[in-house]
């Protein structure tokens, strides 16, 4: 898998040492867990997907995660790209609506031994106030504009990486530079699960 993520571009070492360490057959439903290492989505349930590694590395580039980063996930899902950051020394915060996806993702991250990942159930348009100020900022699903808390909850000086648009949509990297001013820069598209709102609770 890292040397598909190599062939297709990727070339930082760190994100790659880190997508070499976790296992993503462990996130994946068992009809899948034998096509875990390639460069695929897969469907985790409740219509999300888990991302595929491409799209994984290439976000985590962009967040050039420091030891010790405060970051914050919208979009748990299967938990995987939270254990990445993880991986590459982040304090993790990560939030998901979809309470099923919440459970298993936070049970698993524990078993795994994840201790500096924080699951919550949440809708995460409002960010999660309560943790902030964040180095960093990442959103796993489709947007169709920045909701303005996630830039109001990111520290000065730090990094929101989020996909914007309609079915296809354009990662965008916000950089916010003072109280006020905020840098924004565009790289590639894809093609996430949209982002909602509202909760879906288990058995609703
Ligand atoms: N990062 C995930 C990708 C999951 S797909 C992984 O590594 O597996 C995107 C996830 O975002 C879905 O689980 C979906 O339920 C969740 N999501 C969508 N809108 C959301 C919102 N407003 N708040 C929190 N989670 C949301």
Redesign the pocket.
Known sequence: MVDTLRGRGITDETVLTAMGLVPRHF?LENAFEAHAYEDKPFP?G?E????QPYT?AYQSVLLDIKSNDKVL????????????LAALGARVY?????EA?YVN?KNLLVEMGFHTVYCFF????MGLREYAPYQKI?V??GVPIVPNPLKQQLAVGGILVIPVGGAVQEMLRIRRLSETEFQEERFDRFR???????L?KVGE
């Open positions: 996130f985790i409740h999300q997907t888990i991302s994984v996930e919208i979009g748990t899902g299967s938990g995987y790209q939270a254990a990445i990560t939030v998901e609506r979809q996806l993702a949440r809708d995460g348009s990442i796993t699903a996430f699960v949209p982002f909602l709102e509202g879906n």
